[in-house]
């Protein structure tokens, strides 16, 4: 199947990356604005505060991916309710942090605002994940890592008592085809993973 030349589609990629600059331009100056707009003390001991925005028409709760620069020896990060909120440090550099932390319940097309306090010493928070030799779990999942098998995984799922077994397996291949020109493939064997649960639904 063929849509187009080689040449049309390297052009299009131009314009492509030409359209992301101008939209990732135009939703900082707009984050830029709202924040200036936002109230962000939420408390009195706090150093400096984190927005985080839903642009979606529903209520969103999901992680947050975020850089602290400067940050303080110790710190929290507390909610607009004064509960601390639990964060995960992915990565520490020079002068600063990269942190991670589930942000609940964000109302639709608003904002939340988080406040970072200096702490008296590191917080420590609870989890139940539990990780031995090749054996990772929580209350909801166990996975077990199969190093005999290229590092493939075994998924159980304690809610529905369902087994995955084979993850993570994937198979790098090439096609005898063009940017804009896909050929058929012709697997070398049973090559292709297939994806079984064991137990009841």
């Given at each position: 199947m063929r849509c187009s030349a080689d040449e049309v589609h390297r052009e299009n990629l131009v314009r492509y990356a030409w359209v992301r600059q101008i939209c990732d331009t135009m939703i900082s100056d707009s984050l830029k604005v709202i924040s200036a707009n936002v109230r962000t003390r939420?408390?009195?001991?706090?150093?400096?505060?984190?927005?985080?925005?839903?642009?979606?028409?529903?209520?969103?709760?999901?992680?947050?991916?975020?850089?602290i620069k400067k940050p303080p020896p110790d710190f929290e990060i507390r909610d607009?309710?004064?509960n601390r909120v639990p964060y995960q440090v992915s990565k520490a550099g020079r002068g600063s942090l990269r942190i991670a932390f589930v942000a609940e319940d964000v109302p639709p097309c608003g904002y939340k605002t988080y406040a970072i306090v200096k702490a008296p010493e590191k917080p420590l928070?609870?989890?139940t994940l539990?990780?031995?030799?090749?054996?990772?779990?929580?209350?909801?999942?166990?996975?077990h890592v199969d190093e005999e098998r290229g590092a493939s995984l075994r998924l159980l799922d304690k809610r529905t008592r369902l087994v995955y077994k084979g993850l993570n397996l994937f198979e790098d291949?090439?096609?005898?085809?063009?940017?804009?020109?896909?050929?058929?493939?012709?697997?070398?064997?049973?090559?292709?993973p297939k994806i079984r649960g064991q137990g009841r639904a």
């Open positions: 939420i408390d009195e001991d706090q150093l400096s505060a984190i927005i985080v925005y839903n642009p979606l028409n529903w209520p969103r709760t999901d992680c947050v991916d975020i850089e607009p309710d004064g928070f609870r989890t539990r990780c031995k030799g090749t054996r990772l779990e929580n209350e909801y999942f166990s996975i291949g090439e096609t005898a085809a063009t940017s804009t020109t896909t050929c058929r493939r012709y697997a070398t064997g049973c090559s292709q």
